[in-house]
């Protein structure tokens, strides 16, 4: 007997691929971030892992989109949420398996994702 979270899954997963069936896909996308991105915000953007995340959680790509992410905590605690924007796609515009996902840095947007971010002197949110 299956659960019904089980079949519910399944489900999704279908819809997805009759989604996907229909439309080319994409061969690249191009992502860009903001220069001012740690060290830190760029080793998790470029991991494998968070490519996979963006094919599996991304159905389609276009030129302009701007997909705010979140990274990750980090040693610190601080959430690092990333503004990460669609700058070219080759191909079609539905996001398979197959798409490769590159990045390229674009100016600075003023982003708060470095030590000082828990530190007296970082930003404060009310």
Same mark, same amino acid.
Request: glycine fraction near 10%; charged fraction near 30%.
């Given at each position: 007997?299956?659960?019904?979270?089980?079949?519910?899954?399944?489900?999704?997963?279908?819809?997805?691929?009759?989604?996907?069936? @229909?439309?080319?896909?994409?061969?690249? %996308? %191009?992502?860009?971030?903001?220069?001012? =991105?740690?060290?830190?915000?760029?080793?998790? !953007?470029?991991?494998?892992?968070?490519?996979?995340?963006?094919?599996?959680?991304?159905?389609?790509?276009?030129? @302009?989109?701007?997909?705010?992410?979140?990274?990750?905590?980090?040693?610190?605690?601080?959430?690092?949420?990333?503004? =990460?924007?669609?700058?070219?796609?080759?191909?079609?515009?539905?996001?398979?398996?197959?798409?490769?996902?590159?990045?390229? !840095?674009?100016?600075?947007? @003023? =982003?708060?994702?470095?030590?000082?971010?828990?530190?007296?002197?970082?930003?404060?949110?009310?």
């Amino acid at each position: 007997m299956t659960s019904n979270s089980s079949r519910s899954g399944d489900r999704l997963e279908e819809r997805a691929d009759e989604t996907r069936a @229909g439309t080319p896909s994409a061969d690249r %996308v %191009v992502v860009s971030y903001p220069a001012d =991105l740690s060290e830190w915000g760029r080793f998790q !953007v470029e991991k494998p892992s968070f490519r996979a995340f963006l094919r599996k959680t991304r159905e389609s790509a276009r030129e @302009g989109d701007l997909w705010e992410e979140f990274v990750g905590v980090g040693c610190c605690g601080n959430t690092l949420d990333v503004p =990460l924007r669609v700058e070219r796609v080759d191909g079609g515009a539905t996001i398979a398996d197959e798409t490769t996902i590159e990045y390229e !840095v674009r100016d600075a947007c @003023g =982003l708060d994702g470095s030590w000082r971010v828990q530190s007296a002197g970082g930003p404060s949110r009310t």
